[in-house]
């Protein structure tokens, strides 16, 4: 019994060289790239659509984010000339307006906030009252709120961070780390876009269109969840790129890394302008959402034929822990996570016919352009 089983196992020919788990932005890539270099590739999801949480759907003629707000930004030549073979990038430009109790506060850190904040007129000014500010800070920042003082003085980070950072994490910011707010540019220009980079923009007629150009003629399974038969998928493939969470892998047997997950209430409003912005973040403790997007203003309120739209939908964002069945999105990218994540890849190390990859696989905050770029770099390794 015994050694049929061992024939049919070793003396079946596998359909596909790879078997990809996940068909966001990693997993889509590497099919795409495994496809042009004569792989056979297929690509399994456990949704019933395409693109992760990238993925878009049109409702009332608006591409709607159905999983959060996506903006494509990058420095990467390759990785922008490598997305545009697949859509075309509208101007868009992301500058949230962050509202403080009623307040309206232009975001990245610039002089137009410097000048609401404290009224100060030239970057000089400016300057003068940060410094002034970030004296309480002594030495190399510990934390994210060390941090934020240190970089925008206390006034901005009491009404712009402090609220707005702890509901998204759950956490004081005494307890997260400093590099989460380097992320956002500060500035002594008038200069509202949110991202240094040097090309920006959202795929026109949407994210899944983009992801469906990348898979096109490759085998896709929506609708299957790899962990709950994995043996199964495995003897489909050679080997297996798999892109969701690495400890969900392992079964969690070394422990459960944290994640943040977010919970949308979205609705469409019979208006055509709700806040006259994509984004607006509730930097307050008190409201209990983190911001809200308002989809049709990254299309610039337009339809595909550039006819304006009478309705609007709008999306809240509420920010909360991970839990057994909801989504992760966010790693918690903390000591605590970042050495149980270092456990769980020593095994994934010692894996031969799998490699774990993007946000999840990788436990990395990682964003799209950075997503791009290491599935690239993977691609270049694995693939020759
Ligand atoms: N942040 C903030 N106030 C804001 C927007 C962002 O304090 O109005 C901080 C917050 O800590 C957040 C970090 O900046 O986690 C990075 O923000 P980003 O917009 O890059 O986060 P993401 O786009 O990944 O949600």
């Given at each position: 019994?015994?050694?049929v089983?061992?024939?049919?196992?070793?003396?079946?020919?596998?359909?596909?060289d790879?078997?990809?788990?996940g068909?966001?932005?990693?997993?889509?890539?590497?099919?795409?790239?495994a496809t042009d270099?004569?792989?056979?590739?297929?690509?399994?999801?456990?949704?019933?659509?395409?693109?992760?949480?990238?993925?878009?759907?049109?409702?009332?003629?608006?591409?709607?984010?159905?999983?959060?707000?996506h903006?494509f930004?990058t420095?990467?030549?390759?990785?922008?000339?490598?997305?545009?073979?697949?859509?075309?990038?509208?101007?868009?430009?992301?500058?949230p307006?962050?509202?403080?109790?009623?307040?309206?506060?232009?975001?990245?850190?610039?002089m137009?906030?410097?000048n609401?904040?404290?009224?100060?007129?030239?970057?000089e000014?400016?300057e003068?009252?940060?410094?002034?500010?970030?004296?309480?800070i002594?030495g190399?920042?510990?934390?994210?709120?060390?941090q934020?003082i240190?970089?925008?003085?206390?006034d901005?980070?009491?009404?712009?961070?402090?609220?707005?950072?702890e509901?998204?994490w759950?956490?004081?910011?005494?307890d997260?780390?400093?590099?989460?707010i380097?992320r956002?540019?500060?500035?002594l220009?008038?200069?509202?876009?949110?991202?240094?980079a040097?090309y920006?923009?959202?795929p026109i007629?949407?994210?899944?269109k983009?992801?469906?150009?990348?898979?096109?003629?490759?085998?896709v399974?929506?609708?299957?969840?790899?962990?709950d038969?994995?043996?199964?998928?495995?003897?489909?493939?050679?080997k297996?790129?798999?892109t969701?969470?690495i400890?969900?892998?392992?079964?969690?047997?070394?422990?459960?890394l944290?994640?943040r997950?977010?919970?949308f209430?979205?609705e469409?409003?019979?208006?055509?302008?709700?806040q006259?912005?994509?984004a607006v973040?509730y930097?307050d403790?008190?409201?209990?959402w983190?911001r809200?997007?308002?989809?049709?203003?990254?299309?610039?309120?337009?339809?595909e034929?550039?006819?304006d739209?009478?309705?609007?939908?709008?999306?809240?964002?509420?920010?909360s822990?991970?839990?057994p069945?909801?989504?992760?999105?966010?790693?918690?990218?903390d000591?605590?996570?970042g050495?149980l994540y270092?456990?769980?890849k020593?095994?994934?190390?010692?894996e031969?016919?799998?490699?774990?990859?993007g946000?999840?696989?990788?436990?990395?905050?990682?964003?799209m352009?950075?997503?791009?770029?290491?599935v690239?770099?993977?691609?270049?390794k694995?693939?020759?």
């Open positions: 019994m015994y050694f089983k061992k024939v049919s196992q070793e003396g079946k020919i596998r359909m596909y790879y078997l990809v788990v068909s966001g932005l990693y997993g889509s890539i590497f099919a795409r790239e270099k004569g792989y056979k590739v297929l690509v399994i999801d456990k949704r019933d659509h395409v693109g992760g949480n990238i993925y878009t759907e049109k409702v009332e003629g608006i591409n709607f984010h159905k999983y959060g707000a903006i930004h420095n990467n030549k390759e990785v922008w000339d490598y997305l545009n073979r697949f859509c075309t990038f509208n101007r868009f430009t992301n500058s307006v962050a509202n403080y109790k009623g307040e309206l506060y232009s975001m990245p850190f610039n137009y906030t410097f609401k904040m404290w009224g100060v007129v030239t970057p000014e400016a003068t009252k940060i410094e002034e500010q970030k004296k309480e002594v190399e920042p510990k934390n994210l709120e060390e934020a240190s970089l925008v003085g206390r901005i980070y009491e009404k712009l961070i402090k609220g707005y950072t509901k998204q759950g956490r004081d910011c005494k997260l780390p400093a590099f989460i380097k956002l540019p500060v500035r220009t008038f200069d509202n876009n949110y991202f240094n040097l920006q923009g959202i007629g949407g994210y899944t983009m992801i469906k150009n990348i898979l096109e003629d490759i085998d399974k929506l609708s299957e969840d790899y962990l038969r994995k043996e199964y998928w495995n003897n489909q493939a050679k297996v790129i798999y969701g969470p400890d969900a892998f392992y079964e969690y047997k070394l422990g459960t944290e994640y997950s977010v919970r209430e979205s469409v409003l019979d208006k055509p302008n709700f006259g912005n994509a973040n930097t403790r008190e409201t209990p983190t809200i997007i308002e989809h049709k203003w990254f299309e610039f309120g337009k339809d034929n550039g006819n739209l009478s309705k609007t939908i709008i999306s809240k964002e509420y920010s822990e991970w839990e069945g909801d989504e992760p999105y966010y790693p918690v990218n000591e605590k996570n050495q270092a456990k769980y020593e095994l994934a190390d010692q031969t016919n799998m490699i774990f990859g946000r999840l696989g990788e436990y990395k905050y990682y964003d352009d950075a997503t791009v770029a290491s690239l770099e993977m691609c270049k694995e693939l020759n």
